[in-house]
T-cell receptor
Framework: DGGITQSPKYLFRKEGQNVTLSCEQN?????MYWYRQDPGQGLRLIYY???????QKGDIAEGYSVSREKKESFPLTVTSAQKNPTAFYLC????????????FGQGTRLTVV | LAKTTQPISMDSYEGQEVNITCSHN???????ITWYQQFPSQGPRFIIQ???TKVTNEVASLFIPADRKSSTLSLPRVSLSDTAVYYC????????????FGGGTRLMVKP
């Protein structure tokens, strides 16, 4: 089946450790996105990528890093510089940007203790 | 990017029609209007998209007035399973344009 997959669903890390969240899509989409969602809040854009080997910062990129070495993969690293990393992280992909329909993964809930 | 404004929350009862309005006063000529639905602990799901007038699919209708400065998502005969957060997005398919979500409208459907 075609889709977008995030793993793992739940992730626990100790404070001060870097952690990488996986996002894979087999939809042949050019654009991919990472969002952060805090309880009761909307989605905030962390990074997005319109094409392989290119990505741009979103509204809250500080403390995060990404790579886009392959079209189907867009991993997000939450670094120790992120002051409040505990959140629900969502990955999405679309054919392009703007008005193209976006498809979301099921999310990764990261808890840092 | 066009900024959107939606009510924070709405309540309804099963079987009623629900209309959620989104304001986007600075919408650009080539912007489309898109609505997503999100259930707790899940990723948002595309509902409907339009440019002008009216669009209808099996899930909802989208009404856009001539000036396009607002839009209304209409959910006919809601059920408890329609309880979710609904997001209105405005944007166009142009290089460099991000997919930006606002705070959304939290719809609570009561029995």
């Amino acid at each position: 089946d075609g889709g977008i997959t995030q793993s793992p669903k739940y992730l626990f890390r100790k404070e001060g450790q870097n952690v990488t969240l996986s996002c894979e899509q087999n939809l042949n989409h050019d654009a991919m996105y990472w969002y952060r969602q805090d309880p009761g809040q909307g989605l905030r854009l962390i990074y997005y990528s319109q094409i392989v080997n290119d990505f741009q910062k979103g509204d809250i990129a500080e403390g995060y890093s990404v790579s886009r070495e392959k079209k189907e993969s867009f991993p997000l690293t939450v670094t120790s510089a992120q002051k409040n990393p505990t959140a629900f992280y969502l990955c999405a992909s679309s054919i392009g940007t703007g008005n193209a329909e976006a498809f979301f993964g099921q999310g990764t809930r990261l808890t840092v203790v | 990017l066009a900024k959107t404004t939606q009510p924070i929350s709405m309540d309804s009862y099963e079987g009623q029609e629900v209309n959620i309005t989104c304001s986007h006063n600075n919408i650009a000529t080539n912007d489309y209007i898109t609505w997503y639905q999100q259930f707790p602990s899940q990723g948002p799901r595309f509902i409907i998209q339009g440019y002008k007038t009216k669009v209808t699919n099996e899930v909802a209708s989208l009404f856009i007035p001539a000036d396009r400065k607002s839009s209304t998502l209409s959910l006919p005969r809601v059920s408890l399973s329609d309880t979710a957060v609904y997001y209105c997005l405005v944007g166009h398919n142009n290089a460099g344009n991000m997919l930006t979500f606002g705070g959304g409208t939290r719809l609570m459907v009561k029995p």
